[in-house]
């Protein structure tokens, strides 16, 4: 057994620790608690008035991003002027009819996609003699 000790019991009675500012600890730590927590709903209140700043930026960004792909995809149909006929010859595709009479801009897909909505095609199989209107742009 230990012939010296210092070791000191919890429960033998010591007095109130005082802080720096001559207030009991207890007192003190209740005080930061406090000014801990109101620093806590303040940084809870910005982070929410971000977070709905972004979530409005974000949506107004995708709202943006379909109106612009459907225009875009639209504006190829409506921008039609005429039409042109065509009689399909032995060996034609619509491919190949596609290519030789699109605009020079504009992707082969979806002239073919106006050749079909044009001539009222419901697939893209044509036989020699079939007649295609094709759209001019």
């Known amino acids: 057994m230990l012939k010296y000790s210092t070791y000191r019991s919890i429960y033998e009675e010591a ?3 005082e802080s ?4 009991s600890a207890s007192n ?3 005080e930061m608690k406090q000014s ?3 620093l806590f709903a303040a940084i809870l209140g910005l982070y929410r008035k971000e ?3 972004k979530l ?4 107004m960004l995708v709202v943006s991003g379909f109106t612009v792909v459907g225009n875009v995809f639209a504006s190829s149909a409506s921008l039609v002027k005429q039409e042109k006929r065509v009689v399909v010859e032995r060996g034609d595709t619509l491919w190949s009819i596609a290519l030789k009479n699109k605009p020079a801009g504009m992707k082969t897909v979806v002239y073919i996609e106006g050749i079909k909505k044009t001539s009222g095609l419901k697939n893209g199989n044509i036989q020699a003699g079939d007649i295609l209107t094709l759209p001019v742009y």
């Open 56 to 59: 409005v930026l974000v949506f």
């Open 28 to 30: 003190h730590m209740n």
């Open 15 to 17: 007095g109130e620790v």
């Open 36 to 38: 801990a927590a109101a």
């Open 51 to 53: 977070y709905l700043v």
């Open 20 to 23: 720096t500012r001559g207030q």
